[in-house]
């Protein structure tokens, strides 16, 4: 279900499952003040302006396939592109972190308490 740039989106149940099994790294690409305020546990933080910069990615999830996240679905889009581009198998997640609050997963902030998506 990971392509270099395909159509495959995953939902954030699936999301979920594949990073808590292993399978690949999760990266929110929200700006700092959107991950401090709440994200998906264990995600990787590398907002999509620094990817554009051409920032590397975080050491876990160099060498295996990424699942991208963002507020609603946009930019992680374009970081799948970005990625994708440099070889990395990268698919993001339908809806993003407003999907994955909705569908009751959990969100904590920077300190590891409750959440909120901003």
Sequence with gaps: MF????????TPAQARQRTAHGHAALLDVRETYEWAAGHAPGA?????????????????AQGRPVILICRSGNRSRQAVDILGDSGVEATDVTGGMLAWAA???PVVDA???SGVIT
Excluded: E
């Design 103 to 105: 569908d009751g997963l």
């Design 3 to 10: 392509s270099r740039r395909g159509p495959s989106r995953l």
């Design 111 to 113: 300190r590891g308490g």
């Design 44 to 60: 990787l933080h590398v907002p999509l302006t620094r990817l554009l910069a051409g920032a590397a990615l975080p050491a876990p």
